[in-house]
């Protein structure tokens, strides 16, 4: 049996029309270029290999999603420096133009300019929005980003966001800093990337305390990630009470286990 016969008849049993996958990353090849060298690099940082199992052109990466029965998918991006969001949002635009599976992504990065680009997306019809607190490196709580949390909470946009310390900590990661932005914004429509691993208590609590949060699935109970961060079991009552709000994701196509 063929691994995309496997992945339907798992989601056929389960009485699925098929799969959403709300992370997986599409992104300019130059960009993921140098997305895919800082995997092959990330050993020293994560202790083990982190190889690319789908190290596609763009093209048969679509075509593998739908091979799994994958209905709609996401581009996720993240800028890492100024300057950089507004023009990978106007790639995404162009992406999911001509890719009419793929939702809609933008992102943003604590700048002047945040808020009046971040408007101009959801106006152009973005419908999920991707933040990376650890590659970009900033404070979610950040003053030039309070107008964006506010603008995506008033839309009911989801954004998804690592803003758990896995697989390495940053300086802002932890259910810390983006739980300060949640009192802010309760009703800000936050996935939070990774079940929040490793620190998946502490995202369960907010996911319990603002019922707008969700969580993805993303890595979660895999042999790679339980080796280094296992989902405490006595967790897995509360995590299915969220019923709905546990999303499926899967990091498509940086999945680094399936070759190991």
Not at 62 to 83: C, D, I, S, W
Not at 176 to 197: D, F, M, Q, S, Y
Not at 228 to 240: D, I, T, V
Request: glycine share 8%; net charge negative.
């Amino acid at each position: 049996m063929s691994e995309a016969d496997e992945v339907r008849e798992f989601w056929q049993e389960l009485g699925l029309p098929g799969l959403v996958d709300v992370h997986t990353h599409f992104m300019p090849e130059r960009v993921l270029a140098k997305v895919w060298a800082y995997f092959d690099a990330a050993g020293p940082l994560t202790g083990r290999p982190w190889p690319i199992s789908y190290r596609y052109e763009e093209q048969q990466r679509l075509n593998q999603l739908r091979e799994f029965g994958v209905r709609a998918f996401t581009a996720m991006l993240y800028p890492h420096k100024p300057g950089m969001a507004a023009w990978l949002n106007g790639w995404a635009a162009d992406f999911a133009a001509r890719t009419p599976d793929c939702l809609h992504t933008a992102t943003c990065f604590p700048e002047p300019a945040a808020e009046e680009y971040v408007g101009r997306a959801l106006a152009d019809g973005a419908r999920v929005f991707k933040m990376h607190l650890q590659v970009g490196g900033y404070d979610p709580t950040d003053p030039l980003l309070d107008g964006v949390w506010g603008r995506l909470a008033e839309a009911g946009t989801p954004v998804v966001t690592h803003c758990g310390s896995g697989p390495v900590p940053g300086k802002h990661t932890g259910p810390g800093p983006i739980g300060e932005v949640l009192a802010r914004h309760p009703r800000l429509r936050l996935v939070v990337a990774h079940l929040g691993l490793p620190e998946y208590r502490e995202f369960l609590d907010l996911a319990e305390r603002y019922p707008e949060v969700r969580l993805d699935t993303t890595m979660a109970f895999t042999d790679f990630t339980e080796e280094l961060s296992p989902f405490p079991r006595e967790l897995l009552p509360r995590l299915a009470e969220l019923g709905d709000r546990v999303l499926l994701g899967t990091d498509f196509p940086n999945i680094p286990y399936l070759d190991l």
